[in-house]
């Protein structure tokens, strides 16, 4: 970043006020004295034209020096919550002092978060690369053991149970991978719950799905919403639901969802946990703990946040598309 002068606010201000004050009486003294000598209406004519000439200086200073480097920092902040990373780069022009620093402190954020998550997906392909190939190995040698016909059948269970443990791990290693994925915003635009509602059910014939307000637009793709949904309605039907509500509303621009079905419900205990990677009341049947963070790190990542609402019969979530308007017009 070059180092050049740079004037405060305050001096843009206070030189902008200055100077509508300063055309203002200047133009009285000038109407008033140049009036007698070539008459007024060309006095005003002239003076017409050297404010009309000075006010435009005035607001390409302005735009120059606020208007443009305010808009362009609002785009490079809008870039990087839209994942791309050329937000982070340095303005060509900061405008003011305040600006300068402002700026700056924005850039130097989004450039953490930026390396923040991609140090956190780096840390999700290591691990998961890593440990691909001793995960595959127990699974190689389980199954070798299993074919063996001297084993006897207490060590045949033993066997089992190191393949069921290596599964697991498999499944966890992809649900980490997919929880690193879900935070990348990848599924912007806008979409009706009716437009995928015949793919949902078809994923989960089980479930007799009701709903309420399919013609509201969210402002999440297809893709986002079906995944959203998917995970939500699998919880649902692993945890002994047969059947779940959807019901869409919307308060001025800002629509919601809330998920609701009829099975046992979250225990008390469980309720502050379920947000939580690898948390799950299901290890001993193969549940990972990763379908609700997956859910929350998708939405966060496209500007809205889910809750679990207090309910007296089974589950129900709440989504809450916290800035719905401007990003289905994106």
């Not at 060590?155 to 290693?173: S, T, W």
């Not at 690193?180 to 599924?187: L, S």
């Not at 799950?280 to 889910?306: F, K, W, Y």
């Amino acid at each position: 970043m070059s180092r050049k002068w740079r004037p405060s606010l305050w001096l843009v201000l206070g030189g902008a006020l200055a100077g509508t004050l300063g055309l203002s009486l200047i133009g009285l003294v000038v109407l008033r004295y140049l009036g007698p000598e070539i008459g007024f209406r060309p006095a005003a004519a002239l003076l017409a034209i050297g404010i009309g000439l000075a006010t435009l200086a005035l607001g390409f200073l302005l735009v120059r020096l606020l208007l443009r480097p305010v808009s362009e920092l609002s785009r490079r902040a809008e870039a990087v919550r839209m994942g791309q990373s050329k937000g982070a780069d340095p303005l060509e022009h900061y405008g003011t002092q305040e600006l300068h620093r402002l700026g700056q402190s924005v850039l130097d954020m989004a450039q953490a978060l930026q390396r923040r998550e991609a140090s956190i997906r780096t840390f999700a392909d290591h691990v998961t690369h890593e440990l691909k190939t001793p995960v595959s190995a127990i699974r190689a040698a389980a199954e070798l053991l299993e074919d063996s016909p001297e084993l006897n059948s207490e060590d045949r269970q033993l066997v089992i149970q190191i393949q069921g443990a290596a599964q697991q791990m498999q499944d966890q290693l992809s649900a980490l991978h997919r929880i690193t994925t879900a935070r990348e915003p990848a599924y912007h635009g806008s979409c009706q719950l009716n437009d995928i509602l015949a793919d949902v059910q078809a994923e989960h014939p089980d479930l007799d799905l009701t709903v309420e307000g399919g013609d509201l637009a969210l402002p999440l793709s297809g893709q986002g919403l079906q995944i959203v949904l998917t995970h939500l309605l699998d919880n649902a039907t692993q945890h002994g639901a047969t059947s779940v509500k959807l019901e869409i509303t919307q308060e001025g621009t800002t629509p919601a969802m809330r998920i609701s079905d009829n099975g046992p419900g979250i225990s008390p205990g469980n309720q502050a946990h379920v947000f939580e990677p690898f948390f799950t009341s299901r290890r001993d049947t193969g549940g990972t703990g990763m379908g609700l963070p997956i859910v929350r790190n998708l939405l966060q990542a496209h500007g809205a946040e889910i809750a679990l609402v207090p309910t007296d019969k089974g589950a129900s979530f709440m989504v809450s598309f916290l800035d719905g308007h401007r990003t289905a017009e994106q």
